[in-house]
């Protein structure tokens, strides 16, 4: 809806045809003045209402031949442009128009919107402005409803709503946008059955945003079944609303509804074929043909024969690519069941459908898989049983720890569905990054160097307040700093209230209560009380840590200065001094390693066995260490120890063949038949060089199992690929006396 005074007038009558769902009328309406107007801008308006898009643009660019200095045009067609999610070159024109004029609100707004749809920050100060310049631009006030929703400060936008209400009553504007942000407001407030959806479809009964608008709102607070609701409503009274179709097919793909899904984004790309998030998310689908569906079982729980049905749990469906999928299965499929019993117990809920886990070996269809949501570039994500992220080669070797991904996407699961999507992100992922802490495959409490810096200069959020940190940050690096203050906040409660105190928050989420509501019920203190509790949490936890953290940098690179220079008994000093000042720090910028480095350098190497040994214990991962720390362990005759420590590079490289080669060859000599056959199954998944040597492996862990026809199996298909391989011809010989 373009709200702007300047709209020329022209085009008014057919706009009320247009706003009050008379489509044939306005169609009528705008082709005549399309014919008839010598007005490139008139012409250019009504082409774009008719859905000649190319004809618009054209004549867009004529009336800026034609009025080179008329910011109006320029704004307008930019509008044209974001329309087609050009976002970029509607920048460059809404910043053209403010080049001619630099005070033209329009413009201002044009790139406000196009701000606050990347939730960025800085909308608000575009807002802001305009508003201080002009109170009754309804737009500003529609724009900070918006963010306000996102953010669900609730009273806030409805205060916005008001006023661009008395704004559209004023000046005769289609108060359609409002109505719709207002229908947002009171299904957030659980009033399903709004007024506004009525008045909404009294002024036009073919206007799909009234229940497309609030869909968005749904999907920004996870709640993706109600949104799915929504937007079939949506597209049943306006069939052509492609950006519904769009939403529409992308959530359904996220309750995996995979061929109801592709039917509404096919669509959506019919009417829109601009709109790359609609290409891509279809392309991701095309590319579900390279990927295996694995349907595998949970472990029946302990049950009386009264409650047998009970004992009977949803399993689970993995979707790997087929390329890995014979490598992952196995260290999947054990990390999802191993999450399920812990959270189940923890959380004191059990899953009713089975757990769908996605892992896409290509990072740009994982990201496909979260766009239009706020915090991408993050490794995972849950959309309630559903939960997609990187597989192992989505990133660089070493670069992020898969298990501790999945771990926190299956806890998600739990406090999603246990609320019925009603708790707050700060809580959902909060628990996430505890259960990563306290529960998951990599040990220990993780805060990167950037959060305790934050720390240190107060940026913690209020607990009410938290939710924006991840919605729409307002600095560098604000979204981490918000998932840790939102695990350690979680750390808190349960250091004070108990495991039970986190039940509790997700009862009363589910119940409805918002977060103030929560903490006062559920825990007994006001959310001031709670801020100063958690204030003095952090203090008992980080202040020494605070204290030393610019002394700690100082002799950490002085360490790597020393390690360039060739200085190793430097460097041990100076990484000594790092240690003794945070010995839990084992995040990007360590020193552990380097300080092993140095003794290893040195000569001494039972000194850096015990440095790199500390360094795994404390949750290090860089897979080249773990793999050198397992060999040296080996040699030192603890090959217990080096099996544990190389079995955790599992969950960083598996698809690595040395891995499961040297994995399985220890387990097999350790007598542990089970884990080595698994081990050489994955060997052989990885196709490597000598596949002779991997069917070799395999019959002696099936020998040990005591599968004579499988070893028989394994050994045949060794002396096919290699006939003269002897130790394969002596085992065989000997199975056959």
Not at 420 to 443: D, K, Q
Request: aromatic share 10%.
């Amino acid at each position: 809806i373009d709200y702007s005074a300047d709209r020329d007038s022209a085009l008014k009558t057919c706009d009320e045809h247009f706003y009050s769902g008379q489509r044939q009328e306005a169609n009528d309406c705008y082709l005549s003045l399309l014919s008839s107007s010598t007005d490139a801008l008139i012409r250019a308006e009504s082409a774009w209402r008719v859905g000649d898009l190319q004809a618009a643009n054209a004549y867009f660019r004529t009336g800026v031949e034609i009025n080179p200095e008329s910011p109006r045009v320029r704004t307008r067609w930019a509008r044209l442009f974001l329309m087609t999610h050009q976002n970029s070159d509607a920048i460059q024109l809404f910043e053209e128009a403010l080049e001619l004029n630099a005070e033209y609100l329009p413009a201002k707004l044009g790139l406000a919107a196009v701000a606050a749809g990347r939730f960025e920050d800085r909308a608000k100060a575009l807002v802001q402005g305009v508003l201080e310049a002009d109170e009754l631009q309804l737009e500003a006030h529609l724009l900070n409803a918006q963010m306000s929703l996102e953010e669900g400060a609730l009273e806030a936008a409805d205060e916005s709503l008001n006023e661009a209400l008395m704004i559209a009553e004023q000046k005769g504007l289609p108060p359609l946008e409002v109505y719709a942000l207002k229908a947002s407001v009171d299904l957030l407030n659980d009033i399903v059955e709004s007024e506004w959806t009525d008045l909404s479809l009294n002024f036009n009964p073919h206007y799909g945003d009234i229940y497309a608008i609030p869909a968005h709102f749904y999907v920004i607070t996870r709640r993706y079944r109600e949104a799915t609701e929504l937007l079939f409503k949506a597209v049943s009274i306006q069939p052509d609303l492609w950006s519904a179709h769009a939403e529409l097919g992308i959530n359904l793909l996220r309750t995996n509804r995979v061929n109801e899904a592709q039917h509404h984004l096919s669509l959506a790309y019919d009417g829109d074929p601009y709109s790359a998030q609609i290409v891509n998310t279809l392309r991701l689908i095309d590319s579900f043909e390279n990927f295996q569906v694995l349907e595998r079982e949970l472990p029946e729980i302990e049950a009386d024969v009264a409650d047998a049905d009970k004992a009977k749990r949803p399993g689970m469906i993995l979707r790997l690519h087929k390329d890995e999928a014979p490598i992952l299965e196995e260290y999947v499929a054990s990390l999802v069941a191993e999450s399920i019993d812990v959270f189940s117990k923890r959380y004191q809920f059990e899953l009713q459908e089975p757990v769908v886990a996605e892992l896409y070996p290509d990072h740009d269809d994982f990201a496909v898989r979260t766009s239009g949501l706020p915090g991408i570039g993050l490794l995972g994500v849950a959309f309630g049983y559903l939960v997609a992220m990187d597989s192992p080669s989505g990133r660089g070797e070493g670069e992020f720890h898969w298990g501790t991904t999945l771990w926190h996407e299956i806890a998600h699961v739990f406090t999603l569905e246990s609320t019925n999507h009603l708790v707050p992100r700060w809580f959902s992922e909060g628990v996430s990054v505890f259960e990563e802490w306290m529960t998951g495959p990599r040990p220990g409490r993780h805060i990167p160097l950037h959060v305790l810096d934050a720390m240190k200069e107060d940026k913690f959020l209020p607990i009410l307040d938290l939710d924006s940190g991840f919605i729409r940050p307002t600095y560098q690096g604000q979204i981490m700093v918000s998932y840790m203050q939102a695990g350690l906040i979680c750390q808190y409660i349960e250091s004070r209230w108990g495991q039970a105190g986190l039940i509790e928050l997700l009862r009363l989420y589910r119940n409805g209560a918002v977060t103030a509501e929560a903490i006062e019920d559920g825990l007994g203190v006001d959310s001031n009380e709670f801020d100063e509790g958690f204030d003095a949490f952090i203090d008992s936890e980080f202040q020494s840590v605070l204290a030393i953290l610019d002394d700690w940098k100082e002799h950490t690179e002085r360490a790597h200065v020393a390690a360039n220079e060739g200085n190793w008994e430097s460097v041990l000093d100076s990484s000594a001094a790092s240690i003794d000042m945070y010995p839990d720090y084992v995040e990007e910028g360590d020193i552990y390693i380097l300080h092993a480095k140095a003794h290893e350098e040195l000569g001494q190497i039972d000194a850096a066995i015990a440095t790199l040994e500390q360094y795994w214990r404390l949750g290090g991962y860089e897979p080249g260490v773990l793999h050198q720390l397992a060999d040296w362990l080996y040699e030192s005759d603890r090959s217990g120890d080096a099996i544990e420590v190389l079995s955790d590079v599992i969950f960083v490289a598996p698809l690595d063949e040395s891995l499961h080669r040297k994995l399985g060859d220890w387990f097999l000599e350790s007598e542990n038949g089970e884990l080595a056959l698994r081990e050489y199954l994955a060997f052989l998944a990885t196709s490597p060089h000598d596949e002779a040597s991997a069917h070799y492996r395999l019959a002696r862990a099936y020998k040990q199992l005591e599968d004579q026809e499988k070893t028989r199996e394994h050994l045949l298909y060794a002396l096919e690929t290699a006939p003269h391989y002897r130790e394969a011809q002596q085992l065989l010989l000997e199975i056959l006396r």
